[in-house]
C-alpha cells in the first residue's frame, strides 16, 4: 500500500509539473510576425527592418521579420489575405483599399491603421541634360512610373490622371527602385519616379556618379493634385539632400502608414504599438524621416480608422480620436 501511494504521488507531482510547464511564460507560444515592406532600394525595408527589431526585442512572446515585396498594393493584399499581418503602405492606397475605391472599387481590404510612419515625396527625377524640365515634358519620353503593385505607381496614375497626362501619351516602363537608378544610368529611360522619404538610397548612389535633376511642380500644378484628391499635399523637397540638387524642390507628398489585419489581437497590436513609440528613437537612427512617427502625427494623419488596440494606446496618451478613425 505504501509503495502504490508513493507511486500515486509521483504520478500527481509529475502531472502537476507537466501543468505547470504548459501554464508557464516560458512555454507560452510564439507569435511570428511577418512584415510586408518593399524594395530594398527604398525606406519601407530599412523601416520595416527596426520594426522586426523593435518588436522581436521588447514585445515578449513575439519573433518579427521584415519581408522584401512589390510594396504598398501588394501589402494591403497581401494582409488582407493574411499572408502578412502588418504592412507598410502609402496612404492613397491605405485609403482606396478601405473603402474600396479605385483599383479596390467593390472590394474592401479588411485593414486597420496602428500608426503612421513619414510623408513621402513624390520625386520625378532625370538626368541634366535631358531636356526635361516640366512633368508636361514626360510626353514622348521614355518614363518609369514605379514596381508592379507598388505605391509610387499607384501615385503617378492618380497624379497623372490629376494633371491629364495619360500613360499612351509617353512610353510606359514598370521598375523598381534599384532599376530605375540603373536604367537612368544606362539612359534605357529618360525619367525616374519615386514617392519616398528622401532621401533614399538609389537616388543618392546615382547622383555620386551622374548629375540629376528632380522635376519641380508649379504652384498650380500642386493644386491641381491636390484639391482633386485630399490625402495628398504640398511639401517642398529640402535642397542639399541629394548632390547637386542645391534648391528647393516644390512636388506633392502623402503619409505612409502602418496597417495591420483587422483580425489581429487588440492586447497584441496594443503592444506592438507602444513598443514603436517607446523606441522610436531607434527608428530615427535607421532613416531620420521617422522624427514624423509620433502619436500625434497618427491621430493628424491617419487616412483610415484604427485598430482597437492601437486605440487603447493613444487614448492612453491623452489623445482624442476622431470619429471617423474609429473602427466599425
Known amino acids: 500500500m505504501k509503495r502504490i501511494a508513493a507511486l500515486l504521488a509521483i504520478s500527481g507531482l509529475t502531472a502537476l509539473m507537466v501543468f505547470s510547464f504548459f501554464l508557464s511564460p516560458a512555454s507560452a507560444k510564439t507569435e511570428y510576425i511577418s512584415i510586408g ?21 521588447y514585445v515578449k512572446g513575439v519573433k518579427a521579420v521584415a519581408e522584401v515585396t512589390g510594396a504598398s498594393v501588394e501589402n494591403v493584399r497581401l494582409c488582407d489575405r493574411g499572408e502578412t499581418v502588418i504592412g507598410e503602405v502609402m496612404g492613397d492606397v491605405a485609403y482606396q ?15 486597420y491603421a496602428m500608426f503612421m510612419m513619414y510623408p513621402n515625396l513624390y520625386q520625378v527625377v532625370t538626368l541634366q541634360g535631358s531636356g526635361i524640365k516640366s512633368i508636361y515634358d514626360v510626353k514622348g519620353k521614355s518614363v518609369s512610373v514605379g514596381a508592379p503593385g507598388s505605391g509610387t505607381e499607384f501615385m503617378t496614375n492618380l497624379v497623372f490622371e490629376a494633371l491629364g497626362i495619360p500613360y499612351d501619351s509617353f512610353n510606359v516602363h514598370r521598375l523598381s527602385f534599384v532599376e530605375n537608378s540603373n536604367a537612368l544610368r544606362d539612359k534605357t529611360i529618360d525619367v525616374g519616379i519615386w514617392c519616398v522619404a528622401p532621401g533614399t538610397s538609389s537616388i543618392m548612389d546615382l547622383a555620386t556618379t551622374h548629375k540629376i535633376e528632380i522635376i519641380p511642380f508649379t504652384p498650380e500644378e500642386q493644386k491641381k493634385v491636390t484639391e482633386k484628391y485630399t490625402f495628398y499635399a504640398p511639401f517642398d523637397l529640402a535642397a542639399g539632400v541629394y548632390n547637386g540638387v542645391d534648391k528647393p524642390v516644390p512636388t506633392v507628398s502623402v503619409w505612409n502608414v502602418v496597417i495591420c489585419s483587422q483580425d489581429l489581437d487588440d492586447e497584441l497590436v496594443y503592444n506592438l504599438t507602444k513598443a514603436v513609440f517607446d523606441h522610436q528613437k531607434y527608428l530615427m537612427q535607421i532613416h531620420p524621416f521617422a522624427k514624423y512617427t509620433t502619436p500625434e502625427n497618427a491621430v493628424k494623419t491617419s487616412p483610415i480608422p484604427f485598430h482597437p488596440g492601437a486605440i487603447k494606446y493613444l487614448k492612453e496618451q491623452g489623445l482624442e480620436i476622431p470619429a471617423r478613425l474609429m473602427p466599425k
Do not use: H
Not at 525606406?43 to 526585442?57: D, F, M, N, Q, S
Not at 483599399?97 to 485593414?111: D, L, M, S, T, V
Open 37 to 57: 515592406t518593399g524594395g530594398t532600394g527604398g525606406v519601407y525595408y530599412p523601416y520595416g527592418g527596426g520594426l522586426a527589431e523593435i518588436w522581436t526585442k
Open 97 to 111: 483599399a478601405y473603402f474600396a475605391e479605385g483599383r479596390f472599387k467593390g472590394k474592401p481590404q479588411k485593414i
